[in-house]
């Protein structure tokens, strides 16, 4: 963990596992998609595309 993570967003964490249960959160699919393409951490990216495809489902159901 570094000092700067105190001050930034739990999604921005410099630990990956912090950085993934944070996402798994996220409602903001903007934010999720920029993720998904720019996230240093592969497993980060596939959570990030996977929550923003299941939010994408919720918001077709009636």
Same mark, same amino acid.
């Given at each position: 963990?570094?000092?700067?993570? @105190?001050?930034?967003?739990?999604?921005?964490?410099? #630990?990956? %596992?912090?950085?993934? *249960?944070?996402?798994?959160? !996220? +409602? =903001?699919?903007?934010?999720?998609?920029? @993720?998904?393409?720019?996230?240093?951490?592969?497993? #980060?990216? %596939?959570?990030?595309? *996977?929550?923003?495809?299941? !939010? +994408? =489902?919720?918001?077709?159901?009636?």
């Amino acid at each position: 963990m570094k000092f700067q993570d @105190i001050f930034v967003p739990r999604y921005m964490h410099s #630990v990956p %596992d912090v950085r993934m *249960k944070a996402v798994g959160k !996220l +409602k =903001d699919t903007k934010l999720l998609a920029q @993720i998904a393409e720019k996230d240093a951490d592969r497993k #980060v990216r %596939d959570i990030a595309s *996977k929550r923003l495809n299941d !939010l +994408k =489902d919720m918001r077709g159901v009636p």
